[in-house]
């Protein structure tokens, strides 16, 4: 608040500690006035509910506490619960389960050390387990929600399992909360706008051999060999992905095999992760993972399928000539994401679907930081 605005152009600054005077009513008067950007305090208070995924009491007290700064700024808020008792928070700007716009959030973390709940702010980051992921965001999603409330048609759903495969954004679209123009998940850093995203699917393949005492492995069928040379012929014929990353990729990331260092297991397993642009991904994989390679492959299962929305649609380039015209000298692009996250449960309704999202890193890691400038920015 400038000094005319309180009437204070008049004073003599001459005068003996006036001007010090008037510094303090200025400062005042700025503390006092409402703050551009998200509730910073909210926020923190928010951060330090331990919501792990798995906790469903943290993570409903993380719901009642958004829920209530909403309902305290009279936005219209409903709490769905799932078989577990788990709750998820739709807060909409209009009567209803159907605006315009219906944007996703989760108030779930991922597990973290205790002090990793302890919020520490340096400068224009904050620091916590979920300050990037996705806290920040939701403070974000609250804000928007204060701001356009009756004046625009926008609902949120405030999911809270989004990182064990993200159901309850699922059970919200089934249960008829859903947008009619466009559905923005709020879950990346960027100055741009994602308009797809991989699929993603676990397969668990195994190799049978025989097992006995290590020092007869001449006379026995070593199953952790016929998996990994397996796995290297199932490599060597599966097509390269582009460097761009977008391809079907498939990773192995768990071996599961034997219990003792002198003794051969009968079977040996491996957990193959298929990050997929193509939906018959799971199909081929499987297929050549027999014929190549003679695996078996026991357990599929998938986590979503690939989204893709159309680069070209009018909503698409109006979001992404909203954020250049924001940030003018970062140049936002249109991108597509290597990973998944809740867009996928909005595929399929006949409206575009975009990722976007506030500014941090460290994402699951021990210095997980958020940026609190671009949060009140977006």
Same mark, same amino acid.
């Given at each position: 608040?400038?000094?005319? $605005?309180?009437? /204070?152009? =008049?004073?003599?600054?001459?005068?003996?500690?006036?001007?010090?005077?008037?510094?303090?009513?200025?400062?005042?008067?700025?503390? =006092?006035?409402?703050?551009?950007?998200? @509730?910073?305090?909210?926020?923190?208070?928010?951060?330090?509910?331990? =919501?792990?995924?798995?906790?469903?009491?943290?993570?409903?007290?993380?719901? @009642?506490?958004?829920?209530?700064?909403?309902?305290?700024?009279?936005?219209?808020?409903?709490?769905?619960?799932?078989?577990?008792?788990?709750?998820? /928070?739709?807060?909409?700007?209009?009567?209803?389960?159907?605006?315009?716009?219906? /944007?996703?959030?989760?108030?779930?973390?991922?597990?973290?050390?205790?002090?990793?709940?302890?919020?520490?702010?340096?400068?224009?980051?904050?620091?916590?387990?979920?300050?990037?992921?996705?806290?920040?965001? $939701?403070?974000?999603?609250?804000?928007?929600?204060?701001?356009?409330?009756?004046?625009?048609?926008?609902?949120?759903?405030?999911?809270?399992?989004?990182?064990?495969?993200?159901?309850?954004?699922?059970?919200?679209?089934?249960?008829?909360?859903?947008?009619?123009?466009?559905?923005?998940?709020?879950?990346?850093?960027?100055?741009?706008?994602?308009?797809?995203?991989?699929?993603?699917?676990? /397969?668990?393949?195994?190799?049978?051999?025989?097992?006995?005492?290590?020092?007869?492995?001449?006379?026995?069928?070593?199953?952790?060999?016929?998996?990994?040379?397996?796995?290297?012929?199932?490599?060597?014929?599966?097509?390269?992905?582009?460097?761009?990353?977008?391809?079907?990729?498939?990773?192995?990331?768990?071996?599961?095999?034997?219990?003792?260092?002198?003794?051969?297991?009968?079977?040996?397993?491996?957990?193959?992760?298929?990050?997929?642009?193509?939906?018959? $991904?799971?199909?081929?994989?499987?297929?050549?993972?027999?014929?190549?390679?003679?695996?078996?492959?026991?357990?599929?299962? =998938?986590?979503?399928?690939?989204?893709?929305?159309?680069?070209?649609?009018?909503?698409?380039?109006?979001?992404?000539?909203?954020?250049?015209?924001?940030?003018?000298?970062?140049?936002?692009?249109?991108?597509?994401?290597?990973?998944?996250?809740? $867009?996928?449960?909005?595929?399929?309704?006949?409206?575009?679907?975009?990722?976007?999202?506030?500014?941090?890193?460290?994402?699951?890691?021990?210095?997980?930081?958020?940026?609190?400038?671009?949060?009140?920015?977006?």
């Amino acid at each position: 608040m400038k000094v005319r $605005a309180l009437g /204070l152009n =008049s004073l003599m600054l001459n005068r003996r500690g006036s001007a010090l005077f008037t510094k303090e009513l200025v400062r005042r008067a700025k503390e =006092s006035s409402p703050r551009a950007g998200i @509730d910073r305090a909210f926020l923190k208070e928010l951060l330090e509910i331990p =919501s792990v995924t798995a906790d469903i009491p943290a993570v409903n007290r993380a719901v @009642d506490l958004t829920r209530g700064w909403l309902e305290k700024r009279s936005v219209r808020c409903r709490v769905e619960t799932d078989e577990s008792g788990r709750k998820i /928070l739709w807060a909409s700007t209009v009567e209803g389960k159907t605006p315009d716009y219906v /944007l996703a959030v989760h108030l779930d973390v991922v597990p973290a050390e205790a002090g990793q709940f302890a919020v520490r702010v340096e400068g224009e980051r904050i620091f916590a387990r979920g300050a990037h992921d996705c806290k920040g965001n $939701a403070a974000i999603a609250c804000e928007v929600l204060r701001r356009l409330n009756g004046k625009a048609s926008v609902g949120v759903v405030f999911a809270s399992d989004e990182e064990l495969g993200g159901s309850t954004t699922g059970l919200m679209v089934k249960r008829g909360y859903r947008p009619r123009k466009m559905g923005i998940v709020v879950d990346a850093g960027t100055y741009g706008v994602f308009y797809a995203q991989k699929g993603n699917a676990y /397969l668990t393949v195994r190799a049978t051999g025989k097992g006995g005492h290590s020092s007869c492995a001449l006379w026995l069928d070593n199953p952790i060999a016929k998996l990994t040379q397996g796995y290297e012929k199932f490599r060597a014929a599966w097509p390269a992905v582009p460097e761009d990353g977008w391809g079907d990729l498939v990773v192995p990331t768990v071996i599961r095999a034997g219990r003792a260092e002198n003794a051969i297991p009968d079977t040996a397993e491996m957990v193959l992760n298929v990050r997929s642009v193509s939906t018959d $991904a799971v199909a081929r994989v499987t297929a050549m993972l027999k014929d190549a390679a003679g695996l078996e492959v026991v357990n599929v299962r =998938s986590t979503g399928e690939p989204m893709a929305s159309d680069p070209n649609d009018p909503e698409i380039q109006r979001l992404l000539s909203e954020r250049r015209a924001k940030w003018p000298e970062k140049n936002g692009m249109l991108q597509r994401m290597l990973a998944i996250t809740d $867009a996928r449960h909005f595929a399929g309704l006949g409206v575009p679907v975009v990722i976007v999202g506030s500014l941090g890193g460290n994402a699951h890691g021990k210095d997980e930081w958020g940026d609190l400038a671009n949060m009140d920015e977006n």
